[in-house]
């Protein structure tokens, strides 16, 4: 593959999850969406979705964990691992990639309502001299467009000495390095800025990796204890953690299998349920479980976890419309609403990490939920998630 040929590949891949252009135009404060979707006793389009993704689309193992009210439904297809043929349960733990983006942003967020952060502030105040260089400007970037990704800085996954060491089988001589965040700045300021600070939309993981350094330095603690002692202790979310340089999965688990996206192999599904996550950081790296993101999201749609007028700033969305991403969508201070084929709006946040996707989504005030996890990352998985969704949120007669 020539160096044009795989740094297309890389820019496609490498992002939150490979997809087509939104088609959401403009900034608008989220409103309330009504409608609470498909009954949660009828799930047999649902059901479909999962078996097919194991038969067709050549999936190890899916599950869709749903709730409506107080309604529960849980299935999964295929296995939680290819050796043994176990299947997947709903205790599993797994890697929730982007996810974390939700969480790093709710910190935030708080420290804002504490008066010890403003979402004006720039980056330059927290971190003097870090984001620099190539078109990089810290003092022209707020924390406002750190974490709704219109900041322009670089996303250090797409550097080209990274991402082919991650998504190519030099990821397996390579899955237990450790990075520090400001590592992984440097990494992003070495590549030219995607465009000046407000005047694009682009998923860069850099963003929220400034944020998690900001964090620590307006705390004076990890950014791993802040989350913990925020959001993940008050929340009772057992299941729950930032890994940090731990490599293991908590028991039970899935196993995690990737088909690597450049290279000489990228049809074979390698294990990968060992790495060290520091790589991905405040921007993918957490672990968690179904009942956890169920908890999570539910608390925070519903408007428990932050002030009202914060509230707000967090579900006001910025357009995607124009770069490659998920259709239909629109983002907001690490969450993201994305508008269904029947016109229903789901919100939320999904992830992909080594190995996994996850998508935990429902409606604005989150009474209607559904989480889902593949256990690998290749080709359709995607769709697949979408497709879940359709299935979950649209009233039959608009399929």
Not at 129 to 147: A, E, M, W
Not at 305 to 317: R, S, V
């Amino acid at each position: 593959m020539t160096k044009t040929l795989l740094a297309k590949a890389l820019r496609t891949a490498v992002g939150l999850l490979a997809a087509a252009v939104a088609v959401t135009a403009g900034a608008s404060a989220a409103v309330a969406d009504t409608h609470t979707g498909n009954r949660a006793d009828d799930h047999a389009g649902l059901q479909r979705v999962l078996e097919q993704a194991v038969t067709d689309d050549g999936m190890p193992g899916i599950f869709a964990d749903v709730r409506d009210g107080r309604e529960k439904w849980f299935s999964t297809e295929g296995v939680a691992d290819t050796e043994t043929g176990r299947k997947r349960s709903q205790q599993e733990h797994f890697r929730a990639g982007s996810v974390t983006k939700t969480f790093t942003a709710l910190v935030a967020l708080k420290l804002v309502a504490e008066g010890r952060l403003s979402l004006d502030d720039t980056v330059e105040k927290w971190l003097p001299g870090v984001v620099q260089g190539n078109g990089h400007d810290g003092s022209k970037i707020t924390i406002r467009q750190l974490l709704n990704q219109t900041s322009g800085i670089f996303p250090y996954t797409s550097d080209m000495d990274l991402a082919t060491k991650q998504w190519s089988t030099a990821f397996l001589q390579d899955r237990f390095t450790s990075y520090r965040p400001e590592q992984l700045v440097r990494i992003a300021m070495r590549n030219p800025a995607s465009f000046a600070p407000g005047k694009g939309w682009g998923y860069s993981n850099t963003n929220f990796t400034v944020a998690e350094m900001i964090i620590e330095k307006v705390t004076g603690r990890s950014y791993a204890e802040e989350v913990t002692r925020r959001i993940i202790r008050p929340l009772g979310l057992r299941g729950t953690s930032l890994p940090g340089e731990r490599t293991k999965l908590p028991e039970p688990h899935a196993q995690h299998y990737v088909k690597f996206l450049v290279g000489e192999d990228t049809t074979t599904p390698y294990d990968l349920t060992d790495m060290n996550p520091t790589w991905a950081g405040a921007a993918g790296s957490i672990v968690s479980t179904a009942d956890d993101l169920h908890t999570f999201y539910r608390a925070l749609l519903s408007g428990r976890l932050l002030p009202p007028a914060l509230q707000e700033e967090m579900f006001t969305t910025v357009s995607t419309k124009g770069v490659p991403w998920i259709d239909n969508t629109a983002y907001g201070l690490g969450v993201f609403s994305q508008k269904l084929s029947c016109g229903v709006t789901i919100w939320g946040n999904g992830g992909r990490i080594h190995g996994s996707w996850t998508y935990a989504m429902g409606t604005r005030d989150g009474k209607h939920m559904v989480v889902t996890n593949i256990n690998g990352d290749w080709g359709a998985a995607f769709g697949i998630l979408t497709k879940a969704m359709e299935a979950e949120m649209c009233p039959p007669t608009s399929r």
